[in-house]
């Protein structure tokens, strides 16, 4: 996807974002986060967009932890939210390709890290909000839940702070099957987990190799079930199960 597609998809994410939270109020319970109301959604989402919109507009090039967010009354939060998300919006609208910012992914640019992260830590956040409205979800292009399945499998959970980790080495194959080469084989062991892009066509790389479990499903359905924002009796699921527990217990970032 492009860099401007990333962009777009945060703008409108975030709106619906903050119009659903305005609707469900501070008090409402989130489910994938049983321990937050909507205030807490609202502040450390907004906390996030501030901190990243300070990496693109200063090109800040060493990592930092989020500000805390400010002492507002709850008729205060969601104003507060629009701002930074409009700010990020801009900031990553109005970056030079050549931007120079600390990024903890690999990206083709730091810009192109950027646009990329907030865009999904917002579609997923805005699936929060729409949940605890009681909402019906907003529908995820395909090719954009595609490349979030790809963050959180190739990137996210190949880092050490991942949990999803086996005593005996094991294989998980996850394919979209409203995406265009959309299949990852998931190699998990006591390190961090080891994802390679393979080819769901016959012949293709990866396409005869075992795996302990197979997951398959439209695209949307994977992304928010990899994220713990759907249940997994939406997806096509052959193998052991057990993995399948493992990811729900300990998949959460």
Known sequence: ???????????LDGALLAAAAEEAGPDAPIP?????????????????????????????????????????????????????????????????????????????????????????????????AQQAL???????????????????????HSQKRSRVRTTKPKTLRVRATDAADAEWTVHLSEAPARTLRTSGKPGGAGADDPADLSIEGPAEALYLTLWNRAPWNGLTVKGDEALVRLWEEHGGI
Request: proline residues 10%; contains cysteine.
């Open 134 to 156: 009681g909402a019906t979800l907003t529908p995820l292009p395909p090719a954009f839940a595609a490349d979030g399945i790809d963050e959180i499998l190739t990137g996210i």
């Open 32 to 128: 994938a986060c049983p321990e937050w109301r909507m205030r807490d959604l609202v502040a450390h989402v907004g906390r996030v967009h501030h901190w990243a919109a300070r990496y693109v507009t200063e090109g800040l090039e060493q990592p930092s932890t989020p500000d805390a967010a400010p002492d507002l009354a709850d008729q205060e939060l969601v104003p507060w939210l629009r701002e930074g998300h409009h700010r990020l919006v801009v900031a990553l609208h109005e970056a030079p390709p050549s931007l120079a910012a600390w990024a903890f992914l690999p990206a083709p640019s730091p810009l192109a890290f950027w646009a990329r992260r907030q865009a999904h830590e917002t579609a997923i956040h805005r699936a929060d």
């Open 1 to 11: 996807m492009e860099i401007t597609e990333f962009v777009e998809a945060l703008r």
